[in-house]
């Protein structure tokens, strides 16, 4: 086989002659591929790339680049369980590709059973879903497409913040309910100017929901363990925070946008929830284990914080008595916010260019790497694991 390939020239750092790397035993490399059913839509529209049906992309890839004898893929939203088809495939896995909108949580238990797991590709922004620690002693190598989703996102906060801060989801309610009672919904509707707005971390996301918001003229702050540069924080009026709890206490909105570790894993519970100003808003497009779940139906329902938006839920998908579900005045979504479809070209794109540089043993994009070599390269994590106490059962 590989005489074959050596005499037809495809050695190539031509990303679409992608063969370098050997197979252990069958000559296959399992590549397991977890994401969520596209049911009719995904049938329908071949640019949903990020559910069963289209599978990023990896298929016609594969074809192209005549990888099907090389690369054995299996793609599946079956998750749950030990019987799920991820799970009884995970000890022949050498790649699994992952989604935080379906994800399929690399735990310590499940990273023990992949024996030959070398690399986990989040095809998206962030990897909280890997036990990282476990991935750092294996040695497996986890990559996400960092930048590929930050505009969707950013823009989903600002539409959040909107709909809370005017009171949108009680109206349009009423539209559909055939109801008109402007001073129910006035009671409750605020502008956005003037009001302080903070966000919980200024990466790629929350710098460009500071970028978003100053044009409504609002007072801007924000908190990072890293300080955004001297000229930005002048260009954009930011106040910098040197603690969360010094950012909750004066803003009338937070929005959060640090990754979940063990760091931030529950970083708003009860005590810094009471810190907040009465009557704020939260915003959580990072991952719904930052908030302690039951601190925050407590803080809603005494009418301390005045509403909850979001899109990020745990375990995802969210049981269907998860009580964010319903808790008075919040906006929640499911885990969309980051999959639109322009987003889902550039993160399907992303995870191919990932997985044909590991067949090519070439070198990854810096800014992809969150694990290398066993150490966290990515200043966004520390070593640790979110995932812990994640149970697919739950
Ligand atoms: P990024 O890596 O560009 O920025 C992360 C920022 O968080 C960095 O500035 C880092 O210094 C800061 N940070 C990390 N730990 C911190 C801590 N303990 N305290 C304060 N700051 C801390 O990441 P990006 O692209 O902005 O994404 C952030 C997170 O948003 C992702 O990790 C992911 O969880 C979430 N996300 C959600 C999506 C959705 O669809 N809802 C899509 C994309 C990302």
Redesign the pocket.
């Known amino acids: 086989m590989l005489s074959h390939i050596l005499r037809k020239g495809v050695l190539s750092s031509n990303s679409s002659t992608l063969i370098r790397r050997y197979a252990s035993t069958n000559g296959q490399e399992t590549v397991l591929v977890v994401l969520y059913e596209g049911g009719e839509a995904g049938k329908k529209n071949k640019n949903i790339l990020g559910c069963v049906e289209n599978a990023l992309g990896l298929r016609e890839w594969i074809k192209e680049n005549k990888l099907d004898s090389r690369l054995k893929l299996v793609v599946t939203s079956d998750k749950q369980g030990e019987n799920s088809l991820a799970e009884k495939t995970l000890p022949e896995a050498s790649v699994v590709i992952s989604q ?2 379906w994800p399929c949580y690399l735990d310590q238990t499940r990273i023990d059973k992949a024996k030959k797991l070398k690399l986990a590709i989040t095809a ?3 990897s ?1 879903h890997v036990n990282l620690e476990a991935a750092c002693k294996r040695g497996i190598t986890v990559a996400e497409v ?2 590929s ?2 505009v ?2 950013a823009e ?1 906060v600002v539409m959040q913040i909107l709909a809370l801060v005017r009171n949108f989801i009680p109206a349009y309610k009423q539209v559909v309910n055939g109801e008109w009672d402007i001073a129910k919904i006035a009671d409750k509707a605020y502008d956005l100017e003037n009001k302080h707005v903070g966000t ?7 710098l460009r929901v500071l970028q978003r918001l100053k044009p409504f003229d609002v007072h801007l702050h924000y ?4 300080r955004l540069d001297k000229s930005i924080e002048k260009e954009l009026n930011v106040t910098y925070h040197s603690s ?1 709890e010094s950012l909750a206490k004066v803003c009338d909105v937070v929005t959060i ?5 063990p ?2 894993e529950h970083m708003f519970d009860k005590k810094m929830l009471s810190l907040m100003k009465k009557g704020s808003y939260i915003v959580n ?3 719904g284990k930052i908030m302690d779940r039951d601190a925050l139906v407590d803080a809603i329902k005494s009418n301390h914080i005045e509403g909850y938006a979001g ?2 839920w745990y375990p995802q998908p969210a049981a269907k008595d998860h009580p964010w579900r319903s808790m008075p005045r919040h906006a929640m979504t499911p ?5 639109t479809l322009d987003a889902q070209a550039r993160y399907a794109a992303g995870v191919r260019e990932i997985l044909g540089n590991w067949l090519n043993e070439r070198p990854q994009r810096e800014e992809y790497l969150i694990v290398d070599k066993g150490k966290v390269v ?5 070593e640790g694991d979110a995932t812990k106490g994640h149970s697919e059962k739950k």
């Open positions: 935080p909108f998206g922004v962030g909280d960092s930048g989703n930050v969707s996102v989903h919980v971390a200024a990466g790629r996301i929350g908190y990072d363990k890293f969360v946008n640090c990754p979940l570790h760091e931030t497009t990072a991952r899109d990020v885990h969309y916010s980051g999959t990515s200043r966004a994590y520390t």
